[in-house]
């Protein structure tokens, strides 16, 4: 499949945007996230905290909410910023959000260079587990 064009500038910028609205008094570690949707759509999201810690929603749990309030669709690329605008991967569960949504060839910034959905959550499990047990006579638990 050939390489979608992405405009890294533009998915950069709409992180670094969102990573302005991140509330992180805690961490005070403000995070942005900006995506490319498959039909050309940028969505992003920022990290909100809360006082019982555990409860924060990662800056990617805002952009998987923006995604389908502005319509759905698949991720085709995504950026992740920290607040000196640096490239930041996300974290475990993070990547496991991004993977239901992501479209063929899906492309992440990292901070070694742009790689595939495959690269960053090798041997994932995703939404097809659910569709191979569809047929609930086919469980065995
Ligand atoms: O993938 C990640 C990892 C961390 N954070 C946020 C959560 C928390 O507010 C702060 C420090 O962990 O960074 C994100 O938004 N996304
Ligand atoms: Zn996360």
Redesign the pocket.
């Known amino acids: 499949m050939a390489e979608r064009y992405v405009d890294w500038k533009a998915l950069e910028t709409a992180a670094l945007a969102a990573m302005e609205r ?1 509330y ?1 008094p ?2 005070k ?3 942005g ?1 900006a995506a490319l949707t498959e039909d050309g759509r940028i969505i992003s999201g ?4 809360n006082a019982s810690y555990g409860l ?6 805002a952009l998987v909410g923006q995604l389908h309030m502005s319509g759905g669709g698949r991720l085709a690329a995504f950026y ?1 910023v ?1 607040s000196t605008g640096k490239v ?4 475990g ?2 990547r496991q959000l991004l993977y239901e949504f992501r479209a063929p060839g899906m492309q992440l910034m990292t901070t070694q260079g742009i790689k595939s959905m495959d690269q960053v959550l090798p041997d994932a499990f995703g939404p097809e587990i659910w569709r191979n047990l569809d047929d609930t006579s086919k469980r065995t638990v």
């Open positions: 991140a992180a805690y961490s570690f403000p995070v996230a920022c990290n909100v905290e924060t929603l990662c800056a990617e749990c992740c920290d930041l991967m996300p974290c569960r993070c």
